[in-house]
């Protein structure tokens, strides 16, 4: 059986894209089927050994190709009766544009590899209109296999997008539907799609190993939804208040929002003996190392992005007991916490200069890790891993 892992905005080792489909990849070929991992075309890494077939022109966070948003604005602005581009709502919105785009490049490659109908697509990182896409063309393109769809962004609020959605699936029975979150698989469930299951993310399993000389450190993409644009203020105050270093990954978001590149140019300028850039997506053992020697991890993602999904930065430090910094409204950690009652290592801030550095005075007087990995692997294994249960 052929496993097709999906993933358009797999570009490079960062994020944990990569990481995601390396484990996926493993526990396909350890079961005795094949793995082909299928990314962006623009796909670099410094982990060569990994195979990767470059299909798709257009990632989750860029805008479509011209032709296609030239396309969509004629077909919106034509009568009923004339728009021809059945896959598309009553109403525009931007995300279909870069769904066309996905769903093209799908297209050709399922033809270019002669799909069957005992093949498996997984689809890790979706948003709910990709979601609907792939549901459309899955219905009208024949014995294709059967498909997973990872849903790891918030559901629409529009009226006319959830019955577009719910219409996707309905009555479609080799599509499986999953969220990385109990409370996403519910607030789609809610719209009327069908069943939702939850499976986790995987992600390798890190052993807290602190630094000799304590840091703290922001990892993943420079992005206005992660907080990165609060950082230079942050740094700057507790260079002067707190003993602690940082170590800042800088990986810029393709969208290049100016906010956040003027606060890339603003930590670019406080590097030095106490602040480490790591510029650039990082080789999974040196983001593993930088997460596992961190004192604290600063997560101020925003508590509206991330109000029923999970984020994976916060997932794997709090698994390995290191201590988070985190805005109070982010669901991401709650389940964890309420299950395994980690508490004691989630710093809960505002996006003031002065509670951030009392959140990292807090973080750096931890002096026991919280070892919660065994805990939370346990719950949060990927059920969809278990391949013979979804063969068609």
Known sequence: MRF?????????????????????????????????????????????????QRVFKTGLREPASLVTRLAASLH????AFARRWPFFPDHYEPLHDRAADVIRDWA???SQVSARRDDQWFFPTVTWC?????????????????????????????PTSCQWLKESFAGLNDLELWADTPELAEAYQQIGVGKVRCARMPFPTLTARPSPKPYVAFLGEARLDKGF????????????Q????????????????????????EVRALAGERVTLMDGALATADYNTAMSQAAAILCLHDPGTYRFRSAGVVTQALSAGIPVIMQPGSSAPHTMISRNAC????ALTGLNEAENVRAIRQCMAVKKRARRHLDVLDDWSAPWLQLPALAP
């Open 76 to 79: 919106f602005r034509a009568p």
């Open 108 to 110: 050709r490659f399922v």
């Open 343 to 346: 508490t004691d290592i989630v």
């Open 229 to 240: 644009q609060y950082l230079p203020a942050i740094i700057r105050q507790a260079l002067t």
């Open 130 to 158: 990709e979601a609907g896409h792939i549901a459309r063309f899955a219905r009208t393109s024949g014995q294709i296999g059967r498909v997973h769809v990872i849903l790891r962004f918030d559901p629409p609020e529009a």
């Open 242 to 265: 707190t003993s602690a270093d940082f170590h800042i990954q800088i990986l810029p978001d393709p969208n290049r929002n100016p906010q956040v590149a003027a606060a890339i140019h």
């Open 4 to 52: 097709f892992i999906v993933d358009p905005s797999l570009y490079d080792a960062g994020g944990h894209n990569l990481d995601y489909a390396v484990e996926v990849s493993a526990s396909v070929t350890a079961q005795g089927h094949v793995p082909i991992i299928t990314g962006n075309r623009r796909f670099t890494s410094k982990t060569t050994h990994i195979d990767v």
